[in-house]
């Protein structure tokens, strides 16, 4: 079993810049898809960005391509998420998860671990 803890999240005004930090608790990090989920109030969770168990296969979900960055650490066991040029839309609780599968990162369904969530609001 995987614990993920996420930090990073805050306040900022559009346009500018949060990294959010995923830690996982385990000795095998790198057998994970890890990926990136968003829940805004009335919307259901979205799917953000997917890193492959080597960091060498990364995808992003329309809305955030080329503003957001996702990187991984396998030695501190640790997925990043580097968003710039936020938007209030970019408003959510942001989730980690961790998925055993490989299978192509973009549905919940394929993640087992999950973290507790970290706010990111955008004022305009």
């Known amino acids: 079993q995987v614990q993920l803890v996420e930090s990073g999240g805050g306040l900022v005004q559009a346009g500018g810049s949060l990294r959010l930090s995923c830690a996982a608790s385990?000795?095998?990090?790198?057998?994970?898809?890890m990926g990136w989920f968003r829940q805004a109030p009335g919307k259901g969770r979205e799917f953000v960005s997917a890193?492959?168990?080597?960091?060498?296969?990364?995808i992003y979900a329309d809305s955030v391509k080329g503003r957001f960055t996702i990187s991984r650490d396998n030695a501190k066991n640790t997925v990043y998420l580097q968003m710039n040029s936020l938007k209030p839309e970019d408003t959510a609780v942001y989730r980690c998860?961790?998925?055993?599968?490989?299978?192509?990162?973009?549905?919940?369904?394929?993640?087992?671990?999950w973290g507790q969530g970290t706010q990111v609001t955008v004022s305009s």
């Open positions: 890193i492959s168990r080597n960091g060498g296969s990364t």
């Open positions: 385990t000795r095998t990090f790198n057998d994970y898809t």
């Open positions: 998860a961790a998925g055993p599968w490989g299978s192509s990162g973009r549905n919940t369904n394929e993640y087992v671990y």
